[in-house]
């Protein structure tokens, strides 16, 4: 099975967007952890999970799906309040 983005290494960005283009839901919480993000001076990434068949096979009927420090956070839909805990807590 594929790996999602590991936490410990150096430099990770503590939150990873799994989606695929064209995913209006992704779009969604992309624009929410772009904000909180921001907000608190936090890095983010975004994975596409057509470039990874695994991943596609794992993520599909769920995207988007946040993980947050290499645990998966939230999947459809990105509760910033939620989010913003997360980060802080």
């Given at each position: 099975?594929?790996?999602?983005?590991?936490?410990?290494?150096?430099?990770?960005?503590?939150?990873?967007?799994?989606?695929?283009?064209?995913?209006?839901?992704?779009?969604?919480?992309?624009a929410v952890i772009e904000a909180v993000c921001a907000e608190l001076g936090e890095s983010w990434t975004e994975v596409s999970i057509d470039d990874d068949?695994?991943?596609?096979?794992?993520?599909?009927?769920?995207?988007?799906?946040?993980?947050?420090?290499?645990?998966?956070?939230?999947?459809?839909?990105?509760?910033?309040?939620?989010?913003?805990?997360?980060?802080?807590?």
């Open positions: 099975m594929a790996d999602v983005v590991d936490p410990g290494q150096q430099g990770a960005p503590r939150v990873t967007l799994y989606g695929r283009p064209g995913c209006h839901l992704c779009d969604d919480a992309r068949p695994q991943l596609a096979d794992r993520f599909a009927n769920e995207i988007p799906v946040t993980f947050v420090d290499g645990r998966q956070h939230d999947f459809w839909r990105v509760d910033p309040v939620r989010l913003r805990r997360a980060l802080t807590g």
